[in-house]
């Protein structure tokens, strides 16, 4: 018997609704793709998100603000599931995988997406297949059926509002993300104050150090080079204008900035994260993720804007090949199909 054509899926986060991510968005811009091509996809997630997601998409809020052990939450979760009846059971993210796993066997194929590197995916072997978004995150996987599919974004408009206005200046540098600890945005501000380049610094974003940012831009000096405009709803705008991107990062699954920032053509340094490790060229990596790496690197590629711009031409189509959402689509689809088959083989 043949997996059907068009599939019912769910999709499962289990964040507790503080923030909206990577993985958020990923899965509201999967879940769109795989609607528009025919299939039912329900979302399972934490009632704040409803409106994140299109009405193509049957939302049902559950309370995984809960622990992952509640007995109501887990109550909940077998009812909707029962309602639904998906033929794929996807969950984006560690705590979902380990509310599937915890659960026991399920009439559907379960499957799940680790976003970002953990000490353990034991709960995903516990599932029937499981993606990595990085070649780092894969291989360190002892799941016998995992996929690498690397995270793709739709393409913006260039016409698209932004929220805070691109700066009209002739250059300038960006880095992107959630003002948190692990993007060492702190790091990013003390190099740049202390190489003082001949470009200012943006960094957009928001977060729980954007307070510790800003006062450790004013007590730097670094006021007039080094500006915190908030959070943007269209960064592609601004790596459009953008001379280089930077990320800063101690650690990472698969970094939204470098594929939004790859796709803009915008050339980008990072820190050896995930993702980066991957697509960039040698030279345009530091050596460690800390501060001298970084300042390190900055100052070797800074001095040539041009010259890096070339040594990433290649990035850049490989990006407008790999990193689309109709790219990650295709390759997700594919594998529920995988996943489908090998049922009706058993």
């Known amino acids: 018997m043949s997996a059907p054509k068009h599939l019912t899926i769910a999709q499962l986060i289990a964040t507790p609704g503080t923030t909206w991510g990577g993985m958020e968005k990923h899965t509201a811009d999967l879940s769109e793709a795989l609607a528009s091509r025919g299939h039912v996809v329900h979302v399972l997630a934490h009632p704040?998100?409803?409106?994140?997601?299109?009405?193509?998409?049957?939302?049902?809020?559950?309370?995984?603000?809960?622990?992952?052990?509640?007995?109501?939450?887990?109550?909940?979760?077998?009812?909707?599931?029962?309602?639904?009846?998906?033929?794929?059971?996807?969950?984006?993210?560690?705590?979902?995988?380990?509310?599937?796993?915890?659960?026991g066997r399920q009439r559907s194929k379960t499957v799940g997406t680790i976003h970002g590197t953990k000490s353990s995916h034991r709960e995903f072997r516990k599932l029937d297949g499981a993606i990595a978004v990085s070649k780092g995150i894969q291989q360190s996987l002892s799941h016998p059926n995992a996929r690498l599919i690397h995270n793709g974004i739709k393409p913006q408009s260039n016409e698209a509002k932004t929220t805070n206005p691109v700066p009209e200046v002739k250059i300038f540098a960006l880095a992107i993300g959630r003002l948190e600890p692990v993007k060492q945005f702190g790091n990013l501000i003390s190099a740049w104050a202390a190489l003082k380049p001949p470009l200012p610094l943006y960094i957009l974003g928001d977060g729980s150090e954007a307070d510790t940012l800003k006062a450790q831009i004013q007590r730097l000096g670094a006021g007039s080079f080094i500006k915190l405009p908030g959070h943007e709803a269209n960064p592609t705008a601004w790596l459009q204008q953008a001379s280089v991107c930077?990320?800063?990062?101690?650690?990472?699954?698969?970094?939204?900035?470098?594929?939004?920032?790859?796709?803009?053509?915008?050339?980008?340094?990072?820190?050896?994260?995930?993702?980066?490790?991957?697509?960039l060229p040698t030279e345009s990596l530091t050596g460690s993720t800390d501060l001298s790496g970084l300042q390190s690197l900055l100052t070797t590629q800074l001095a040539d804007l041009g010259r890096l711009k070339k040594t990433q031409e290649t990035c850049f189509e490989r990006a407008s090949k790999e990193l689309t959402l109709e790219a990650m689509t295709n390759r997700t689809e594919a594998f529920y199909f995988e996943l489908l088959s090998e049922q009706s083989r058993s």
């Open 48 to 103: 704040i998100y409803q409106h994140r997601f299109s009405p193509a998409i049957n939302f049902h809020p559950l309370p995984v603000q809960w622990g992952r052990r509640n007995p109501l939450l887990k109550l909940r979760l077998r009812q909707i599931l029962h309602s639904v009846s998906p033929d794929i059971l996807h969950a984006q993210g560690n705590k979902a995988a380990t509310l599937i796993s915890g659960m």
């Open 246 to 279: 930077v990320i800063s990062s101690e650690r990472e699954g698969f970094p939204y900035a470098l594929v939004e920032a790859l796709l803009a053509r915008c050339p980008v340094l990072s820190t050896p994260v995930n993702g980066a490790l991957e697509l």
